[in-house]
């Protein structure tokens, strides 16, 4: 078969964007950039002023966008840093005695400070939830143990393991230091009593 009577090949979306024959889509639009000779969006070469203003533009549109979206650990961190009222002091739910102190002392207290406070007055009510959370927040959390009931042991492991046991019972076995890495007796330092230097 000759070569101008072979079938066209089927383009990709991609060379059918890039050549016209196809309106782009979505995140398609971007492949337009793509195509060689395509220099008016590089910021290298057009006018510096040109370059300077879409900086500008970009930099504000990324800003703006920062400015609204919050994770929700810096929406806490704004609140729990306010300054409690003497309202929100009056409606927590203290112990009358820490509330009475609290209003005596004068200090400003900050929200995060008043649910610390809530969290006591209940632990030292009986609530053991209240008192596990403070417990674990001072660091006192009891440690947790864990036991390992599978066989981690490989069968490498274990050959490597009986090699060193028939080399100690043969009392062929030297121990070598490791300068380099401390006293280390990896395999790799185990030298037999026969082998050569």
Known sequence: MAKDQEPEKEKTEYQKIISGEAEPVGRQKGWKNLQKGQREHNLAVIDPEKAKEIRRKGAEAINALKGEKRTAKESLDNILTLTASETMINNADLE????????????KITVYDLIQLVATGRA?????????LIRDTYGDMPVKQVEITENITTDADRALLKKINDRLEAGTLIVVEDQTAGNDTTEDNIKNENDPE
């Open 96 to 107: 009358p005695e820490i509330a009475e102190r609290l209003k005596r002392s004068g200090v």
């Open 124 to 132: 030292i009510g009986g609530n053991m939830k209240a008192y596990e």
